[in-house]
């Protein structure tokens, strides 16, 4: 079975990463002063940040549409018999339940939508560990399977400057914001059942920074090979400083550096810093 595999902008994959692996992308788009502009391909991260700092009313985001995404699969069609396709999170977008409704008017080709329960990095290891297998010949069900299995060691963490923007966005309790202003605290979020919450809070960015390597590194005591990606808004300096310290700090880890892009950045804001890691199962993710 040739298996096409399928993910959306808001896995923030490398030009290389989608070319080496095949991968197709479904772009998400963000809105600003009455525009539209189709995530990574119309807008990139560092022009979307800059724009939002002329502008008084915050971006919205929407999903693909569902002619965009029968477009694809149809295209698709013509060259494979089936489609993997993982998105963000259900609990903050509609893109995976999109996905699944276009899934079942397709009569042309099987199409197995993912709901990855997370975003960016983290989605991105699915999407790449899929691609890998179904070029190695793997089935629908194997991949799922390893699916399964990587939920299991996947970790996200991350942090914002101002949590307004995940308040205003309706990804985040108005209480927690209101504690962040209050007390002046950085929590320390993730996910959990599908959603976007506080994890821990925490009293400064370092302390918030940390935690997270201490939550690595309980996992790297585990003795599995890791993979672990450093994610930024707009922070590239700030990033690169914090991941060359973990190289440094933990060498039998691989580090990456990726980035919250327009979507995710639209609710997280400038400056937000996270990082997520899994067990590296292929030595390729």
Sequence with gaps: MKIAVVTDSTAYLTKEQYEQYSIYKLPLSVIMTNEVYLEEVD????DFFEKVRGIEALPTSSQPTTG???SLFNELAKDYDAII???????????YQNVVSVAGMMENIAVYPYDSE???AAQGYYALEAARMAQAGASVEEIFQTFSEMRQTLKAYFLVDDLNHLVRGGRLSNGSAIIGSLLKIKPLLHFENKKIVVF???????KALKRIEHLLAEDIAEGYPIVSTVIHGNAEAEALVWKEHLEATYPTVRFELSYFGPVIGTH????SLGMTWVEDRSGSL
Excluded: A, F, M, P
């Design 200 to 206: 821990e809070k925490i009293r400064t960015t370092k």
């Design 43 to 46: 807008i990139r991260s560092t």
């Design 85 to 95: 396709s993982v998105h963000l999170s259900s609990g903050i977008s509609g893109t």
């Design 68 to 70: 965009q995404i029968l």
């Design 118 to 120: 997370l975003s960016c």
């Design 268 to 271: 997280l804001g400038e400056g």
